[in-house]
Every structure is written in structure tokens, then in C-alpha cells.
């Protein structure tokens, strides 16, 4: 009982040990050995309560009017160096310079690679890593920077609070080819097993970016893959960036996560991590909801159409009034020509001199006149069906 309760404790120690020790060389996955749901057991932090990615649920990020737009510095020096072009059998990622970083953060940021996710079979089978109200892109693209105001490099920032910024663009994919895109698409040819790497030529990585910089989502994880410190100060773009179906398929079909020596030749897809629970962390937005609502090309067409038949309508309705207005207006005139040209009583209305009491006895004996005329005709008239009958037989 005794050995027992002191071995216990020391199995414990050397199995944290070795895998504290050996969390470099464990070849993780995306799934099977080693996969998602394992990740914790070799690397704890994958298991902590601010991990990456997560769903953005629009109607419940929170304004904040101070996040002013990120702003990339030196993105399209490119210079005349070529960049370096890695297949690290996870991802695809290119070493950036030095000199690029980014600005309008807390403090500045120097950027250090950038890498993409991607799902398998083209457009509509996810991933992104980042959903927005549980919906994926196809793609992700992660440009990674470290705190260089606090920290003298990525090592020694990436497991500390605020060490990193890493911008998320979420890919999706259209007709049009997107050119900036190939400038990395067309090279994966070069290294399509793990571990081999490649130079490319440097090209402006802020072709890479969406136009708009100012409308983003921003919250504190994680790095998306172990060993998932929670390092990260997240920026997810609103605006997206769109590459065609063919670039998509390429990228998600070209490169293995096998090496190169390996019998079994692994796709290298579907490398994207599933998100991860909020734990009371609050989604910050840069733009407030009312103005967010940023339109797809669809929904825009479908705006115009309305807006244009709404218009149609309204003429339609204008035209419809106006002319009933007429249509009143003219009969109206209609009527006053009318009762002006043929009445006589109007005539007679009008020319009536002024009333004198003999003047109008003898209209009332005129009047009687008419009466007695009317109904004698009247009377007549009767008769005359009642004899009828009678000279008819
Ligand atoms: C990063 O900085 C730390 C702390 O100054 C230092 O010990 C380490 O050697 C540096 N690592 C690299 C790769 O330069
Ligand atoms: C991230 O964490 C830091 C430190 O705890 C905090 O000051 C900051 O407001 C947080 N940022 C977001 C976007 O939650």
C-alpha cells in the first residue's frame, strides 16, 4: 500500500515528463492517431478554456467604437529576396520578412508567416477554421505576427499573454481566378511532401488581404494547432477574399502530409481545427450591427431589382393618380359646360330680375300654366294606354 502511494504519484510525474519532453517530436494530426479530440493529452493548453477557432455569432459580438482598422506596414515591400515556400505536413507556409508587420493594435507587431486551412473536394465542404454563425468558408489564411514591443521573438512571445496577433481572412471562391493567390497556389507543386521547402518568388502579400482593413471581429485564443497557446489577439475580417473553384481544388489536392520517403502517400487535407467553446469570452466587433451587414453580389442584384421595380410601381401609381385627377378634373369642366350651355334654367336663374310681387304673380300664374299644361298632357298620356285596350280587341 505504501509503495503503491509513493509509485503512483511518480508514474504521474515521469508520463508529464516525457510528455512535456517529447510534445515537439509527437506528430499530431487533424484525425486518426494523434487527432483533434487527443491534442490535449500530449498538449494541455489545447484543452484551456480560451481556445482557437471559435463561431462568431454576429448578433452577439459587442461593439467597441475604439477598434480602429489594423493596418499591415510593409506588406507590399516585398523587396527582391525570395521568400521561402514550406510544407510542414500540417500546412503550406510562407517565412515573411522581418520588416513586415502591423500596426493599430496595442502594440506593434512583427510579422513572421503566413500559412492557410482548407477542407477536401472543393467549395461547400468547409474549411475555414473561424464560422461565422456556424457557417465555414472553404479557406483560411493566417498571417502570424509576434509582440516585438515586449518580446525579442516569436519563441518567447508565443506562449505569453498578448504575444501574438494573427489576422484570419476568410477564403471563399468564385468564378474569377484570384492572381495574388497564385503566387502561392502555382509553387505548392514544389513541395508537395512534408518537410520539403521551396523558394518563390517575393511577392506584395498585401494582394493577399480583403480591401476593407476596418471591419473585423477581435478576441483573445489561441494558436489553432499544439501546441494551441493561448497567446493569441485574434483579428477575423468581415470582408472576405474570393479565389476561383480550380485554385481551391489545387490547393486542397496537391500536397501530402506524408514524407516524401513514406509508402503511404497521406493527402494533406482538411486541415482545419473544429471550433472551440467561448467560455464567456467576448467577441468584439469594430463595426456596429446595423452597418455590418456587409451584401454578397446576390443579395445586391436582388436589392436592385427591388428598388428598381419599387420604382416601376410608384410611376405606375403617380401615372394612375394624375390621370384620375385629369379624368375628375376634365369631368368637372364637363359638367359646367354642361349645365352652363343647356339649362335654361341657369339662364333663367341668372336673368331673373329682381323679385317684384306682380312680376311674380304672374310667374306663379304662369307657373300654374305649365302645371296645368304638364299634367294635361301627363293626363292625357295616361288615358291614352287605358283607351287603347279598348279600340284594340
Ligand atoms: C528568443 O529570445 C529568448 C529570450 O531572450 C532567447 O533565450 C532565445 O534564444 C531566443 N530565441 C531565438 C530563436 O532567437
Ligand atoms: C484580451 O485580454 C487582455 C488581457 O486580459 C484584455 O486586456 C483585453 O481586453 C482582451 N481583449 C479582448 C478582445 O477580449
Known amino acids: 500500500m505504501n509503495s503503491r502511494a509513493l509509485f503512483l504519484p511518480l508514474i504521474l510525474l515521469v508520463s508529464r515528463r516525457t510528455a512535456a519532453d517529447s510534445a515537439e517530436e509527437i506528430t499530431w494530426t487533424y484525425s486518426g492517431l494523434v487527432g483533434q479530440s487527443d491534442w490535449s493529452q500530449y498538449f494541455p493548453e489545447c484543452g484551456g478554456s480560451s481556445q482557437s477557432p471559435v463561431d462568431v455569432t454576429t448578433t452577439q459580438t459587442k461593439y467597441d467604437p475604439s477598434l480602429v482598422p489594423v493596418t499591415p506596414l510593409g506588406y507590399s515591400q516585398h523587396g527582391n529576396q525570395p521568400f521561402t515556400l514550406h510544407n510542414n505536413g ?48 472553404d479557406a483560411e489564411l493566417h498571417v502570424v505576427h509576434y509582440n516585438s514591443e515586449l518580446y525579442p521573438n516569436m519563441s518567447a512571445a ?48 498585401q494582394s493577399l488581404l480583403p480591401k476593407s482593413l476596418g471591419r473585423y471581429y477581435r478576441y483573445n485564443g489561441s494558436l489553432t494547432t499544439p501546441p494551441c497557446y493561448q497567446s493569441v489577439v485574434w483579428t477575423v475580417f468581415h470582408e472576405r477574399v474570393q479565389i476561383s473553384k480550380e485554385q481551391l481544388l489545387k490547393m486542397e489536392t496537391i500536397l501530402y502530409s506524408s514524407k516524401a520517403g513514406d509508402s503511404h502517400r497521406m493527402l494533406l487535407q482538411d486541415n482545419y481545427r473544429a471550433t472551440q467553446p467561448l467560455n464567456h469570452r467576448v467577441v468584439f466587433a469594430s463595426f456596429s450591427a446595423e452597418s455590418g451587414q456587409e451584401l454578397s453580389s446576390g443579395e445586391v442584384t436582388a436589392i436592385v431589382i427591388g428598388v428598381m421595380c419599387g420604382c416601376v410601381g410608384l410611376a405606375v401609381i ?18 359646367v359646360v354642361v349645365n352652363s350651355s343647356s339649362s335654361s334654367w341657369d339662364v333663367l336663374h341668372n336673368n331673373r330680375p329682381a323679385p317684384m310681387p306682380r312680376v311674380k304673380d304672374q310667374e306663379k300664374s304662369n307657373n300654374k300654366k305649365q302645371d296645368f299644361a304638364l299634367s294635361t298632357t301627363s293626363e292625357a298620356e295616361r288615358k291614352d294606354p287605358s283607351a287603347s285596350p279598348r279600340t284594340e280587341p
Not at 108 to 117: E, G, I, M, R
Not at 318 to 335: A, M
Request: neutral net charge; glycine residues 10%; without cysteine.
Open 90 to 137: 500540417h500546412t503550406v507556409v510562407i517565412e515573411l520578412p522581418d520588416w513586415m508587420g502591423l500596426q493599430g493594435l496595442r502594440w506593434l507587431f512583427t510579422a513572421v508567416q503566413l500559412h492557410l486551412h482548407w477542407g477536401n473536394g472543393g467549395p461547400g465542404h468547409g474549411g475555414s477554421e473561424h464560422t461565422i454563425n456556424g457557417r465555414s468558408a
Open 158 to 205: 508565443m506562449t505569453q499573454r498578448d504575444g501574438l496577433a494573427v489576422l484570419g481572412i476568410l477564403i471563399e471562391t468564385g468564378e474569377e481566378t484570384n492572381p495574388a493567390f497564385n503566387n502561392i497556389i502555382n509553387y505548392m507543386s514544389r513541395v508537395r511532401h512534408a518537410d520539403q521547402k521551396t523558394f518563390i518568388p517575393a511577392f506584395d502579400v
Open 318 to 335: 403617380v401615372r394612375f393618380i394624375v390621370k384620375t385627377i385629369r379624368f375628375f378634373k376634365l369631368l368637372h369642366r364637363e359638367t
